[in-house]
């Protein structure tokens, strides 16, 4: 049974910083890719950053680009969101996902366990 656990949300003032973790057992972690989405009351969900199978490619959406960072630690099944310079319009639930391929993905569908989300607010 895979399992996806996110953990690192909180409320943080703009222009602070958070790390996302996300722990993923049951499978080979490290063939997969891995990616962060969030979703905020009333949006579509989005993909934030992803990364392939062994952190050598990642894809990060235009509105964090410079600001969030994806990593992933194969030996400890863990991939991380370091997210600096926040924004209150950061403020949403953030979802971890495996992917169903060693590439990495940029569609929700490209992604097959998700994680429960943990909560990211950002207060002006």
């Known amino acids: 049974q895979v399992q996806v656990v996110e953990s690192g949300g909180g409320l943080v003032q703009a222009g602070g910083s958070l790390r996302l973790s996300c722990a993923v057992s049951?499978?080979?972690?490290?063939?997969?890719?891995m990616g962060w989405f969030r979703q905020a009351p009333g949006k579509e969900r989005e993909l934030v950053a992803a990364?392939?199978?062994?952190?050598?490619?990642?894809y990060y959406a235009d509105s964090v680009k410079g600001r969030f960072t994806i990593s992933r630690d194969n030996p400890k099944n863990t991939v991380y969101l370091q997210m600096n310079s926040l924004k209150p319009e950061d403020t949403a639930v953030y979802y971890c996902?495996?992917?169903?391929?060693?590439?990495?993905?940029?569609?929700?569908?490209?992604?097959?366990?998700w994680g429960q989300g943990t909560q990211v607010t950002v207060s002006s």
């Open positions: 990364t392939n199978f062994n952190g050598d490619s990642t």
């Open positions: 996902a495996t992917g169903s391929y060693g590439r990495l993905g940029v569609s929700a569908k490209e992604y097959n366990y």
């Open positions: 049951g499978r080979t972690f490290s063939r997969y890719a």
